[in-house]
């Protein structure tokens, strides 16, 4: 009777489970030597410049093999181009799970990414770890796609701390915003008028790019004829730099603040060479993370490592590129999870190991700053401190800024390094 029925399922094309395929097998990518994990970012395209997230994580995961793995196994990590694509970022996550087999994706870089690929896995119960984004839906849509989780704070609560950093510090604001046409955008100024709360009428300008248009002078033009003294500029890198040499061109001097993807010292290096500094210097951000190209961490001992790291497992990469420190950052705390997720991990044990984060060791992030999970609670980082870009470099403000668990709201306090 068993054959017969095992005979049924196979004529009418359903999967017949293989043999020693019970509950007590491996699940895929998983081997006694080995962790496969992959992901997708943008080796070329608009974003190309996220692409050092990859070989950088990577290179995390060959320090970490060096020193035993994770309970023996050796952390294998194969990381696709997308383009920045999200069509292609759902193309090539389904290559890694269908034909690379791997355990869990991670890392995926973008918002519309994530969001492109989330149904395929959460349908397959596939983990999607740390992805590179804080929206909103990502994070709120934990009950519907609990396999599913950025790694970045909250864009909304991101948008909050300007709002209320405006409202404390430049009480006669008049602010003209760029975003990207985009839960990344949209997320982050929904969030700059809720911090600026009953100021939110100070916004006298906005303006809105599509991430596949390729210049926003219009969109400058704009906003410069609203005589705003105040620009939030809601944009990837290639975007920023843009806002900031057209700013420039026009004769335009806001005080400017950029939202912290795009804050990298050499996207910042470029726009000041661009302005003679004169856009630059002053601008306002966030950051969540050490800057290893600061005197401030000169003797720490996470910038010696890292430094060590990618010379000897990335050596093409540049020490100055933060988004290699980033990509570190966020490989840290992969690792802790495969390591919390058991001897013997599973799919659902490394979403347990996920969803239970209280991770204050990670010595790539800023002093104070944390992951911390729960599993109604997806926003893993919740903390940043303001900055300052001062001539050549990012200096912090007084300020440490965080947000609920619940809301995103933001506040302000004192910051004790």
């Not at 309970?71 to 997308?82: P, Q, T």
């Not at 335009?252 to 990298?264: D, G």
Request: glycine share 8%; proline share 6%.
């Amino acid at each position: 009777m068993k054959r017969a029925a095992l005979v049924v399922l196979a004529a009418l094309g359903l999967a017949v489970p293989a043999a020693g395929s019970g509950p007590t097998s491996a699940p895929p990518g998983i081997t006694p030597t080995q962790i496969l994990i992959g992901g997708t970012v943008p080796l070329s395209g608009q974003a190309s410049s996220f692409g050092a997230i990859g070989p950088s994580a990577n290179a995390y995961f060959k320090y970490v093999n060096a020193h035993g793995g994770v309970f023996g196994r050796k952390i294998k990590y194969v990381y696709r181009d997308d383009g920045y694509d999200p069509s292609r970022t759902l193309q090539e996550t389904r290559r890694l799970v269908e034909q690379d087999k791997v355990f869990a994706i991670f890392n995926t870089v973008g918002t519309e990414h994530t969001l492109a690929i989330r149904g395929y896995l959460n349908a397959l119960g596939v983990p999607e770890l740390f992805a590179g984004t804080g929206a909103a839906r990502v994070a709120h849509g934990y009950k519907q796609y609990r396999w599913t989780m950025g790694y970045l704070p909250s864009f909304e609560g991101e948008g909050d701390i300007y709002g209320h950093y405006v409202v404390k510090h430049r009480p006669k604001a008049r602010i003209a915003v760029l975003y990207e046409n985009s839960d990344y955008g949209q997320d982050l100024l929904r969030g700059l008028r809720r911090g600026l709360g009953k100021h939110a009428n100070e916004i006298v300008s906005t303006a809105s790019y599509e991430v596949t248009d390729v210049d926003i002078g219009s969109q400058i033009a704009h906003l410069r004829s609203s005589r705003a003294n105040t620009f939030m500029v809601f944009a990837l890198p290639t975007f920023a730099i843009q806002a900031f040499v057209d700013a420039y061109k026009l004769g335009w001097y806001p005080r400017f603040f950029v939202s912290a993807v795009s804050i990298e010292p050499t996207i910042m290096s470029i726009a000041r060479t661009n302005t003679h500094g004169k856009e630059t210097n002053g601008a306002l951000s966030f950051a969540f993370v050490k800057d290893p190209t600061s005197p401030a961490w000169k003797k720490d001992k996470a910038v010696a490592l890292y430094k060590k790291i990618l010379k000897r497992y990335d050596p093409g990469g540049r020490v100055s590129d933060v988004y290699n420190w980033y990509g570190m950052t966020v490989a840290f705390s992969m690792v802790d999870a495969l390591k919390h997720a058991g001897r013997n991990p599973t799919r659902a044990s490394l979403l347990h190991a996920a969803t239970h984060m209280n991770e204050h060791n990670n010595p790539f992030l800023l002093p104070g700053v944390s992951v911390h999970t729960t599993p109604t609670h997806y926003f893993p980082i919740a903390k940043a401190r303001m900055v300052r870009y001062q001539k050549t470099l990012w200096a912090g403000e007084p300020a440490l800024v965080w947000e609920s668990t619940n809301r995103c709201q933001a506040r302000l306090s004192h910051y004790n390094r």
